[in-house]
């Protein structure tokens, strides 16, 4: 089913994994939006075991996929593989949609046959979506400069996204294999094989955990964000023009872990965290090893956070130093 007389049918396709209470606020923020003209099929993917993830996507009429195989990319792909609408749109169970989403995103596509996707703003918040900034990007970029924007640390949320249904097929399913920055992956294929757009809606309450509070996740990505970046910088070098303008851009996509790592060591450091902290230089080493050495001899932030490590007082003192 894809276009009837009457309305546009979209299908929104939801990964989640044993968060039964932001799975249901993430539902309810996408059933807010439907209107006579808008439906959504929401296909909900669940590669988890709470049984209320399922109660949650029945009490919002989505249809209920199980996944075993973990990852998210598995359970978007679940819901990729039955979506019947002429769209697709993601949100992740932990984020919600605003009001103003989808609709803009159709008008462009509408009024230019030619794109196949959509991108939207974010907006960044708390775990209880206290706002955190401004909506971003404040402007949007298309074609070649898209690409390059998107392997020099510019990551269009996927809930901010609208794709052609014909356009998700052709580019084909998420990688199961990443179990990281697989969101990233896809939209650069579809960046890199189709036209795509951009419309400056904010689109999507985009929830951040606390700063230094995901180190392992953060180490497990790191892998995963420099196989997606080689698997498409190293295409479009005519896209950079210099390879030097690779190195920069592989600095400017990594430098949000190595920055991340940073920030954890010195506060660890600062509230006597010794292992905590001496496990967050070994992050930021793994990231950049040469700029870490520099840091650690020259930059007053990581030196302190290092001298905690081993005189506690002295961190404490020297962590805070800008």
């Given at each position: 089913m894809g276009v009837s007389a009457s309305f546009t049918l979209v299908s929104v396709i939801v990964p989640t994994r044993d968060?039964?209470?932001?799975?249901?606020q993430a539902l309810a923020s996408i059933r807010a939006i439907e209107t006579d003209a808008l439906k959504l099929e929401i296909l909900v993917g669940d590669n988890g075991k709470d049984a209320a993830s399922?109660?949650?996507?029945?009490?919002?009429?989505?249809i209920y996929?199980?996944?075993?195989?973990?990852?998210?990319?598995a359970a978007r792909n679940a819901g990729l593989k039955v979506a019947s609408g002429e769209f697709i749109a993601f949100l992740d169970d932990d984020d919600v949609w605003l009001p103003e989403n989808i609709a803009n995103h159709l008008v462009q596509m509408r009024a230019r046959p030619e794109l196949d996707a959509v991108f939207g703003q974010i907006v960044t918040t708390d775990m209880e979506l206290t706002p955190a900034g401004q909506p971003w990007p404040e402007a949007g970029v298309e074609g070649d400069k898209l690409v390059q924007a998107m392997l020099s640390g510019y990551y269009p949320?996927?809930?901010?996204?609208?794709?052609?249904a014909s356009?998700?097929?052709?580019?084909?399913?998420?990688?199961?294999?990443?179990?990281?920055?697989?969101?990233?992956?896809?939209?650069l294929r579809i960046a890199r094989r189709r036209k795509t757009g951009f419309t400056p809606t904010p689109s999507v309450l985009f929830r951040q955990r606390p700063a230094g509070s995901f180190d392992k996740l953060r180490l497990m990505r790191l892998g995963f964000a420099r196989k997606v970046?080689?698997?498409h910088a190293l295409p479009e070098r005519g896209v950079f023009g210099h390879p030097l303008a690779i190195v920069k851009s592989y600095t400017l996509t990594m430098r949000q872990y190595f920055d991340y790592?940073?920030?954890?060591?010195?506060t660890r450091s600062a509230e006597g965290d010794r292992g905590g902290a001496l496990a967050a230089i070994g992050g930021a080493f793994r990231v950049f090893p040469g700029r870490t050495i520099f840091h650690l001899a020259l930059k007053p932030r990581l030196r302190g956070a290092a001298l905690g490590v081993l005189t506690p007082w002295t961190g404490k003192r020297s962590a805070g130093a800008v």
């Amino acid at each position: 089913m894809g276009v009837s007389a009457s309305f546009t049918l979209v299908s929104v396709i939801v990964p989640t994994r044993d968060r039964p209470a932001l799975l249901r606020q993430a539902l309810a923020s996408i059933r807010a939006i439907e209107t006579d003209a808008l439906k959504l099929e929401i296909l909900v993917g669940d590669n988890g075991k709470d049984a209320a993830s399922r109660a949650a996507a029945e009490e919002f009429g989505a249809i209920y996929l199980p996944v075993e195989r973990a990852g998210a990319g598995a359970a978007r792909n679940a819901g990729l593989k039955v979506a019947s609408g002429e769209f697709i749109a993601f949100l992740d169970d932990d984020d919600v949609w605003l009001p103003e989403n989808i609709a803009n995103h159709l008008v462009q596509m509408r009024a230019r046959p030619e794109l196949d996707a959509v991108f939207g703003q974010i907006v960044t918040t708390d775990m209880e979506l206290t706002p955190a900034g401004q909506p971003w990007p404040e402007a949007g970029v298309e074609g070649d400069k898209l690409v390059q924007a998107m392997l020099s640390g510019y990551y269009p949320q996927l809930g901010a996204t609208t794709v052609r249904a014909s356009a998700a097929k052709a580019v084909g399913l998420f990688d199961e294999s990443l179990l990281g920055d697989q969101d990233w992956d896809w939209q650069l294929r579809i960046a890199r094989r189709r036209k795509t757009g951009f419309t400056p809606t904010p689109s999507v309450l985009f929830r951040q955990r606390p700063a230094g509070s995901f180190d392992k996740l953060r180490l497990m990505r790191l892998g995963f964000a420099r196989k997606v970046f080689l698997r498409h910088a190293l295409p479009e070098r005519g896209v950079f023009g210099h390879p030097l303008a690779i190195v920069k851009s592989y600095t400017l996509t990594m430098r949000q872990y190595f920055d991340y790592f940073v920030d954890a060591a010195v506060t660890r450091s600062a509230e006597g965290d010794r292992g905590g902290a001496l496990a967050a230089i070994g992050g930021a080493f793994r990231v950049f090893p040469g700029r870490t050495i520099f840091h650690l001899a020259l930059k007053p932030r990581l030196r302190g956070a290092a001298l905690g490590v081993l005189t506690p007082w002295t961190g404490k003192r020297s962590a805070g130093a800008v």
